[in-house]
């Protein structure tokens, strides 16, 4: 009876101390110790002694505890996370959807932005092929630092990625025409098909991979070529600078070998433009004998039909 009951003594005292054990437990963790606390990614590759993608996944729990903690992240949590995340991918940098993550939480200011920039550099050193790195990236570029050219060359690259939405080509455009730079083009479906415009609608897949680039895509066939000149090399002729283009069309409805051309002129901020591409047009003058710029004309000087 005796020897029952201390057992019985002993195991109410076993539980007792483990509840007094558990109470006296501190409620925070590691993640909970903040950014100090942070070893740094040189210090964490040498105490990793080669399990580097052990040593990553753990920091990697530690960063979405810091993110899952609080209701909502401020600039202090997102360094601890950026910290966090450039130990993880300098540790294992083949990781993909850490960097992501950290871009989507560093926004709080451009130190910040810019942190987030270099960890999704990084994972399109590692990742050159996943278009999400530049897309995140030129987002942060236009969003956050209202870089709009940095954003379209990012997003330039994304657009001919593998499984890339297909809005990326009128996004990079839109971007380009907020700098004020254009896409010049030369005559599609001309340069593809070799065959000028006729009374024949011609297949219309060369303009589709030309024009990707400025975002337009006809609807189908076509009897017309399209073409854009801009400052440079396709545009030798081109009197203005900078922010211009000319973009063209070209048909021979009637079918006499002489072609058509409606224009839009966009000026520089001089008031100079581009010629065609074909012929070297400039744009029309009005009834008033001023040139018609920012605006549909047809060149009267060109075959009407």
């Known amino acids: 009876m005796s020897t029952k009951f201390n057992r019985v003594a002993v195991l109410i005292v076993a539980i007792g101390m483990t509840g007094w054990a558990h109470s006296n437990l501190p409620n925070t963790t590691r993640s909970d110790l903040g950014e100090s606390f942070v070893p740094s990614p040189r210090v964490a590759s040498m105490m990793s002694l080669g399990f580097n993608a052990l040593l990553a996944d753990y920091h990697w729990l530690q960063a979405v505890q810091v993110v899952g903690g609080d209701a909502t992240v401020g600039a202090e949590t997102a360094r601890h996370l950026g910290k966090l995340i450039d130990v993880v991918t300098t540790l294992n940098p083949h990781v993909g959807h850490p960097y992501r993550f950290a871009a989507v939480w560093l926004t709080h200011d451009e130190e910040l932005v810019l942190t987030g920039n270099r960890l999704l550099e990084r994972a399109i050193e ?115 600078v900078d922010g211009c283009f000319t973009a063209t ?57």
């Open 126 to 240: 590692n990742h050159p092929d996943d278009w999400r790195n530049y897309f995140y990236l030129g987002f942060n570029h236009f969003f956050y630092l209202v870089d709009y050219p940095a954003a379209a060359r990012v997003l330039e690259t994304a657009m001919n990625l593998p499984d890339s939405p297909a809005y990326l080509p009128r996004l990079v455009a839109r971007l380009k025409s907020e700098h004020n730079t254009f896409v010049g083009v030369l005559s599609e479906p001309l340069g593809g098909t070799g065959v000028p415009p006729t009374t024949v609608k011609r297949d219309s897949t060369s303009i589709n991979a030309a024009f990707s680039a400025v975002g337009w895509l006809p609807d189908g066939n076509v009897f017309f070529d399209y073409d854009t000149s801009v400052p440079g090399p396709l545009g030798l002729a081109c009197v203005c």
């Open 249 to 305: 069309a070209y048909g021979d409805l009637d079918g006499d070998g002489l072609l058509s051309m409606v224009l839009y002129a966009q000026p520089d901020a001089a008031g100079d433009v581009c010629p065609t591409l074909i012929n070297g047009f400039f744009p029309p003058l009005n009834p008033n004998g001023d040139a018609m710029i920012g605006e549909v004309a047809r060149v009267t000087g060109a075959d009407d039909f």
